[in-house]
């Protein structure tokens, strides 16, 4: 199968302006970051690296835009998404194939990632249309809480997922009838100006505005503006902790979606090893482990332990690394020499540490992409106060804990500062249901992983952040509370005695 692509067929704009008020603009006055294949090395694009002053002109544009958008009908709203859905499921190969080169992600993900999105875009146009306002009757009245749009979003995305990420944001935010400033990350910008072009197709001018840019030049003026009335975040939790202060310095909401270090536990009392591999590893490999939902800590039983590690092993080794834009690659390479470096970094402190190499640990050279960071799938044996246990790795290494008390593995699992994800397999429902409400998660799968079935809340807690993405409840964190109390006739005051 030919996996070369031809850049110049992909339709790519060769410099991406800011994207404001409807338009891209020709030009950043701080000049442009290159987008570039993370796997070859090959410039793809170049990226206006906007500042200050694109995104004061950007949220000027929002706020413009804001009280006509407010006004429409949920109807036009709704209306609008699904065009947007449909607009990407035409676009769908070149998004994936773009995406693909930009991120060095396996193909087929990065389709399941558009897929996602498109999904995320019709659920919210679905959800607002019932997104009802509520009330009752009250002595000689009745009052209605209605929910209305905040305003201005500041909206901040990392790389993994690029256009998972976009959804995630734009559709509750858009469909209560908020405009949008939203800075994709400077190493996985192109989906999103791509986006962009679909959006200037269907959108008001101004609902959508793009900044591409670094964090501390365009994410920074972003969160410090005035003119922004609620921001939101996903990335690492080192940034959003600087979110969180720039919304406490302007009392505006702040919703967080930050890393994670997922327990999936193995019970002994599991009918299918084969299976259960097999979602352990797709837990950790996923996205080549740079996922904040990944389950990249396994409790394995020690009555199960060596038969599982041996299953485990062949089947990690069997996992294809190869040219992201293979269809059959599960393993791409990672974003950028510099989380290539940090996993390694990760890898040699385990080592150091002591843990136990089981397989992998080792960076892969891939025909024709030796410029790219390809990680060998990684399993250790880990205790789990280590490092490799406790810390966002974001690439893929799994760290296997041996357990034998029900209590202590508990206490285990539970024993980071994280609070996003976990899985359990077993056959009994009455450990399912323990095990679930004693772990400190935002997600339990039971007997799977990462399944995100459209409208199931996403959200941590703990240092992993606050705030249900991906649900109807994030329309609740894009709009506030109106409670409007109505009397037939002006009477004597309601406290008068
Ligand atoms: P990051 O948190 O620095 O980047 C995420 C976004 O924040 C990017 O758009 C970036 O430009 C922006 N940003 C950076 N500094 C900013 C600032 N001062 N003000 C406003 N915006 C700012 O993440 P990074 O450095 O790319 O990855 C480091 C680690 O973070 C990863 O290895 C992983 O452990 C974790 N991470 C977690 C993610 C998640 O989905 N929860 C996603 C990305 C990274
Ligand atoms: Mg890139």
């Not at 040699?348 to 002591?354: M, N, Q």
């Not at 789990?384 to 357990?403: D, H, K, T, Y």
Request: with cysteine.
């Amino acid at each position: 199968m030919n996996i070369s692509v031809s850049i110049s067929n992909l339709g790519l704009m060769p410099i991406y302006g800011p994207f404001i008020g409807g338009t891209f603009r020709d030009s950043a006055p701080n000049g442009t970051f290159p987008a570039i294949d993370p796997a070859t090395g090959e410039h793809l694009a170049d990226v206006a690296r906007c500042g200050a002053a694109e995104v004061d002109e950007a949220v000027r544009a929002a706020r413009a835009a804001f009280p006509a958008w407010k006004a429409t009908s949920v109807e036009v709203r709704s209306a609008l998404l699904l065009k947007l859905a449909d607009a990407i499921e035409r676009d769908l190969e070149r998004l994936t194939i773009i995406d693909t080169l930009d991120v060095g992600r396996a193909r087929s993900e990065v389709r399941g990632d558009h897929l996602k999105a498109i999904s995320q875009f019709r659920y919210f146009a679905g959800a607002i249309l019932t997104y009802e306002d509520y009330g009752r009757p009250i002595p000689n009245g009745y009052f209605v809480a209605r929910r209305e749009p905040i305003g201005v979003c500041g909206q901040i995305i990392p790389w993994n997922v690029p256009a998972i990420m976009a959804a995630f944001k734009l559709a509750p935010a858009l469909a209560a009838g908020n405009t949008v400033v939203l800075k994709p990350d400077e190493n996985a910008s192109l989906s999103t100006m791509e986006l962009a072009r679909h959006i200037a197709e269907i959108f008001p001018p101004g609902v959508v505005n793009i900044v591409p840019g670094y964090g501390h030049e365009a994410g920074a003026a972003l969160t410090a503006h005035p003119g922004v009335s609620k921001l939101s975040f996903t990335g690492s939790g080192e940034i959003g902790r600087i979110i969180s202060h720039a919304g406490a310095d302007r009392l505006v909401p702040v919703s967080l979606e930050l890393g994670g270090k997922g327990a999936n536990i193995v019970f002994p009392d599991i009918e299918d090893v084969d299976a259960v591999v097999d979602n352990a590893l797709v837990a950790s490999m996923y996205c080549n482990g740079q996922s904040c939902l990944a389950g990249s800590r396994l409790f394995l039983h020690d009555s199960l332990y060596d038969d599982f590690m041996h299953c485990l092993s062949v089947a990690a080794k069997r996992l294809t690394i190869g040219a992201p834009m293979n269809e059959t690659t599960r393993i791409g390479c990672l974003v950028s020499e510099k989380q290539g470096q940090r996993v390694l970094g990760y890898i040699d402190a385990g080592k150091k540490e002591g843990a136990g190499l089981v397989v992998g640990g080792g960076r892969k050279s891939v025909a024709g992409h030796e410029f790219g960071y390809f990680i060998e799938p990684t399993v250790f044996e880990v205790r789990n106060e280590m490092r490799i246990a406790q810390e966002e790795i974001f690439g893929p290494v799994l760290s296997v804990v041996r357990w034998k008390d029900y209590e202590t593995m508990i206490q285990e699992a539970n024993g980071t500062v994280y609070g996003l994800s976990a899985g359990v397999y077993t056959s009994s429902i009455a450990t399912a249901m323990d095990a679930a409400n004693r772990l400190e998660a935002g997600s339990i799968w039971i007997n799977q992983f990462s399944n995100l079935a459209t409208g199931v809340p996403f959200g941590g807690v703990k240092e992993s952040g606050h705030g249900s993405e991906h649900c109807r409840e994030t329309l609740n964190l894009y709009t506030h509370v109106k409670a409007v109390t109505f009397q037939g006739r002006v009477a004597a005051p309601w406290y008068a005695v």
